[in-house]
């Protein structure tokens, strides 16, 4: 099983496999459970040196391959993480965080399986809705049937109230040497001390709160100086 | 080393840029009528001031705490955790209630669970204390600041994945919440904190906590 950084692997496993002793914090290279005695999970980071490593040394046969995309962001596959999952017989793509997916995340998601030739479950840890079906898709094989496929609570969404925008404002002298991940060299490049984050946001294609991530690690490597309130009318 | 940090920010609010209390309360007033006119039910409201504090607090922890000096006090043992809790949390109301609160950590569990209790000095003005509809608790936004200001603080210290932190209000005398070890059994935390206050989860619960934290700060907190 993989997927990106808070895509739900652990809690997966947990909703799946309840008796597993689950640790919630990212594996270094991989984490092996022992679910029963023919079957191990192993959750893999969502990072392509974790993917690379494992593929050319494989410790295991993979029969499941699981590739995780988080519901309540944009539903993508990262194809990065594909290749461990296409080197199984059997393999799916499973939206997590159902309960805070929007019936067009869930439909994004389904078509982007079909283009990865992979088969497709939506899931909500919290409400157990498609746990049961994934499992039985797990340990038996059972095709998963489309229209049966579980739909986001029909639950009237309140909208959320306005929160008070900022601008990063880029350190005019930057760290000569730092490690940053595709995501923060993404937003920093579009940090010009006049966008906020949520107009960095919608340019990205990504949600505000995934910006705020990276701008937290940008500011606490010293890339970022200071957040400037902004009127957003 | 707690009384040094005490003395540090008395001349650091002597000699910072600093405004009345009125200022502020005016705007957490126009906040919160805001907030009431869109969300009416009180639970709604305490819930959205909550969020609101969240995503403040995260902003204010950015823009206040040199990363420096959050690097050099924390300690990840629980005696270091109190400490930690007993210089930031004092600070924090420091800079925005303008007194130093009176302040209480307890280790629930030594494989680390801190519990911490601020209250108020009674008679001291500050920004939160507002006249109010019936129901609703201006100190959701503080607790919710706290809880989004520690989160960030974990981000910045590269602890993230290893700690959490939910707070909540003490019945209108101030707020109370706790510093926990991801690695616990979390039902085993949970039940920990409601033994020490039942009516912690009452309106926002531990899963409540994790969405708010995602969808404004994209802190992914173990739900359970």
Known sequence: MTGPKGSGKSTLIKALFPEL????????????????????????????????????????????????????????????LL???????????????????SSESVKLARAEAQKIDLDFFAVSAVTGQGIPELLQWITTGAKPKPPEAPQPKVEEKIAPMFLADVIPVPSPRPPARATLSPEEEAVLKACDGRKSITEIARELGVSPAAVKGAVDKLFSKGFIKELKPKVVV | MSEVYKIALRLQKAFTPTVHVLVAK?????????????????????????????????????????????????????GGVARFIEVFGSAAWHIFAGHVPSLRTEILDKRGVVWAELEEV?????????????????????AGAYEGATQTAYRLLGVEEQWLSLWRPLEGRGICGFYARRDLDLKEVEEAVKRKKPGFFDLISWNDSASILEETLGISIPRI
């Not at chain 1, 029963?36 to 040394?57: I, N, T, Y």
């Not at chain 1, 290749?83 to 997916?101: E, H, I, N, S």
């Not at chain 2, 003005?125 to 201006?138: I, L």
């Open chain 2, 26 to 78: 005016t705007l957490f007033t126009y906040m919160v009528s805001t907030v009431v006119r869109e969300r009416k039910d009180p639970r709604a409201v305490n819930t959205e001031l909550f969020r609101q504090g969240i995503w403040g607090g995260s902003l204010a922890m950015l823009n206040l705490a040199p990363v420096g000096s959050l690097r050099r006090l924390w300690k990840p043992d629980p």
């Open chain 1, 83 to 101: 290749p461990l999952v296409l080197a199984a017989p059997q393999r799916a793509l499973v939206l997590t965080k159902l309960d805070l997916a």
């Open chain 1, 21 to 80: 002793p689950v640790r919630f914090t990212e594996p270094p290279i991989y984490r092996i459970y022992e679910a029963s005695q023919a079957m191990r999970v192993v959750e893999v980071p969502g990072r392509a040196d974790a993917v690379r490593l494992l593929l050319a040394a494989p410790p295991w046969k993979v029969s499941v391959g699981l590739l995780l995309v988080d519901g309540s962001q944009q539903p993508r596959a990262d194809l990065d």
């Open chain 2, 122 to 142: 009674p008679g001291k003005d500050a920004f939160y204390k507002v006249e109010a509809p019936e129901g609703v608790d201006t100190l959701y936004f503080v």
